[in-house]
């Protein structure tokens, strides 16, 4: 299982509109079922480094309020 933080940007504007932007705050995680590794190993292949074909289900969660937007930045956060 891997578990990550990561921060989203998002632009929206067109024409006629005005353009804004932000950076979002989420969470990660995935799991990998990696399905032929006796194969690869049966054949004197490389697996070091996670080589060779996984089956995975990856899972984001993207919080909806922005840590920096074009409106400034949430203090709430930072205090």
Same mark, same amino acid.
């Given at each position: 299982?891997?578990? $990550?933080?990561? =921060?989203?940007? #998002? =632009?929206?504007?067109? %024409?006629?509109? $005005?353009?804004?932007?932000? =950076?979002?705050?989420?969470? $990660? #995680?995935? /799991? @990998?079922?990696? /399905?032929?590794?006796?194969?690869?190993?049966?054949?004197?292949?490389?697996?070091?480094?996670?080589?060779? &074909?996984? %089956?995975?289900?990856? &899972?984001?969660?993207?919080?909806?309020?922005?840590?920096?937007?074009?409106?400034?930045? @949430? =203090?709430?956060?930072?205090?």
């Amino acid at each position: 299982m891997n578990l $990550e933080a990561f =921060l989203g940007f #998002a =632009l929206n504007g067109g %024409i006629d509109r $005005e353009t804004r932007f932000g =950076l979002y705050p989420g969470l $990660e #995680a995935d /799991v @990998r079922q990696y /399905v032929n590794f006796n194969r690869r190993l049966n054949k004197g292949k490389n697996i070091s480094g996670n080589s060779g &074909n996984y %089956i995975a289900f990856l &899972n984001q969660l993207q919080l909806g309020t922005p840590i920096i937007s074009d409106l400034g930045i @949430r =203090l709430g956060l930072f205090l």
